[in-house]
């Protein structure tokens, strides 16, 4: 039975679940810190400062490349330099990131609201394929998922990146609900930004791709599927420029750099030291990550497990074409980001 719920209620619960994700982050932000996160801040005043003195390229800080988080941490600069006594921005800048400790608090902001958002977005756009109830129970509990509320507080792109992932897969997904231009447009921005965000993010337009390829599979409409793709690949695509100032003044060696650091700097797709079973390795096996998932795992995750795993047997029949199609398509997804074959992709490009 798919519950129904007024414009009204709607509403009261959209923004009860933003203040329920908020309230459940904001906690001593500033109480600790991580070690990646010296790098992130870092970026971020070099990010303000390429803006403000008109030097765009020096927008570029990572291969990331994390700039939609950065875009975040940016106006919170501005908004502190706005209230300070300081001569300039730069003089502001350099005094803030001599005191990361104190600073990195306000810098935490950014991805916190990225993540909050994401939460209410995965809310609106699963409800006509899940239906509202099931929506508010996967938003309730993305918004106190322990894991996720933990990478959501931390200047970080991984949090941010997955939950802008998600919003692109379900509004791609929304074409089998309504098949409108917009849920293409919508499924391109959300995608073009987790790409500005984190580097593994592009990996949603190979997802998309498969959607679509299934689709027109199952409908025949070849014309309209390969349309919506490309829809949403120009989409994203120009998000990723419009966003990214070093891409305006020199897209070429933007992308070179995000290339040579990410597979030569970065080392991606290489192993790193990990410790696992007694053993230190920079090859763990494929056991380290179900392992590793295992012990993320809460009580309320291993009860919706197990409710996937009866639901074939006992809830298929209950449930519309429709959601029986997003909840195989959701495992698939999972199954599919959780193993993508970086290391062989990378061997691949290599060569």
Do not use: C
């Not at 309230?23 to 001593?28: A, D, G």
């Not at 592009?202 to 014309?223: E, G, K, N, T, Y």
């Not at 990723?240 to 060696?253: K, N, Q, R």
């Amino acid at each position: 039975m798919v519950s129904s719920f007024s414009k009204g209620q709607t509403l009261l619960i959209s923004i009860g679940l933003f203040l329920l994700a908020l309230i459940v982050r904001l906690p001593y932000l500033g109480g600790y810190m991580t070690i990646d996160e010296v790098k992130w801040i870092e970026g971020a005043g070099q990010f303000t400062l390429g803006l403000s003195r008109g030097d765009l390229f020096a927008t570029y800080w990572h291969f990331f490349p994390g700039i939609t988080i950065t875009w975040g941490e940016a106006a919170v600069l501005w908004g502190q330099y706005l209230t300070s006594d300081a001569p300039n921005l730069a003089a502001f800048v350099e005094a803030q990131l001599d005191d990361l400790p104190n600073l990195v608090g306000s810098m935490r902001l950014a991805p916190v609201l990225i993540t909050v958002l994401v939460v209410v977005g995965t809310f609106w756009l699963a409800r006509p394929l899940l239906g509202d109830g099931s929506a508010l129970l996967g938003a309730g509990l993305l918004a106190i998922d322990p894991f996720f509320v933990g990478h959501s507080r931390i200047v970080n792109g991984d949090a941010a990146a997955a939950g802008l992932m998600m919003l692109s897969f379900l509004a791609f997904a929304g074409l089998w609900w309504q098949q409108s231009w917009r849920h293409a447009v919508l499924a391109g921005i959300m995608g073009g930004l987790a790409v500005l965000t984190k580097l593994p993010a592009p990996i949603i337009f190979a997802w998309l791709a498969l959607l679509a390829l299934a689709s027109a599979v199952a409908d025949r409409r070849w014309r309209f599927w390969l349309t919506v793709l490309v829809i949403a690949g120009v989409v994203g695509a120009v998000t990723f420029v419009l966003l990214f100032p070093a891409m305006w003044v020199d897209p070429l060696e933007t992308l070179r750099l995000i290339y040579v650091e990410a597979f030569n700097v970065g080392e991606l797709g290489e192993g790193h030291d990990t410790f696992f079973l007694g053993h230190i390795s920079d090859d763990p096996g494929w056991l380290f990550y179900p392992v590793a998932i295992a012990y993320r795992l809460t009580i309320p995750v291993m009860v919706g497990l197990l409710a996937l795993v009866i639901w074939p047997w006992f809830g298929w029949r209950k449930t519309t074409p429709l959601q029986q199609k997003t909840l195989l398509a959701l495992v698939a997804y999972i199954f599919f980001s959780g193993w993508w074959p970086m290391p062989a992709l990378k061997s691949w490009i290599a060569t």
